[in-house]
């Protein structure tokens, strides 16, 4: 039996919805200068902030779990598009952190980009980068 994960999504607006997700509630919206009225994010953000949260949390995870000395967790998610039709050409994640052991902290990034629904979703079908940053 396939598990799975259900967003439900109703109009509030002239271009505005609402998503159900779980118990909480997210309004998807256009800028105003696409016709919207910027009440929330478009969905294409959501989409970098879902890859971006996927990542994150299975990093956050992994350094809890093995107790790793790591902190400042900061990840950058950045897209780049293209026309006919507009889409996400490459995605590129960015993270950094605070930590003295850089080959387990590596490791970490590692065990989280493999454990990322999002990254395994998208892997081979989207030019999908993670890097490790300095932090600034």
Do not use: W
């Not at 507009?86 to 994640?93: A, G, L, N, Q, Y």
């Not at 080959?103 to 890097?131: H, P, Q």
């Amino acid at each position: 039996m396939a598990n799975h994960i259900k967003v439900e999504l109703r109009q509030t607006g002239n271009a505005t919805s609402e998503a159900s997700i779980r118990h909480h509630k997210v309004l998807i919206d256009r800028p105003t200068a696409k016709g919207g009225d910027d009440q929330g994010p478009m969905g294409g953000e959501l989409f970098l902030a879902a890859i971006g949260g996927c990542f994150m949390s299975n990093l956050l995870a992994a350094i809890k779990t093995r107790e790793a000395n790591v902190s400042a967790v900061h990840t950058e998610v950045t897209g780049t598009l293209v026309d006919a039709p507009t889409r996400f050409e490459c995605v590129e994640v960015s993270v950094s952190a605070e930590y003295s052991d850089p080959d387990l902290f590596a490791k970490l990034v590692e065990i989280a980009e493999r454990g990322c629904i999002m990254v395994n979703t998208l892997r081979g079908k989207l030019d999908l980068t993670v890097r490790i940053v300095t932090p600034v």
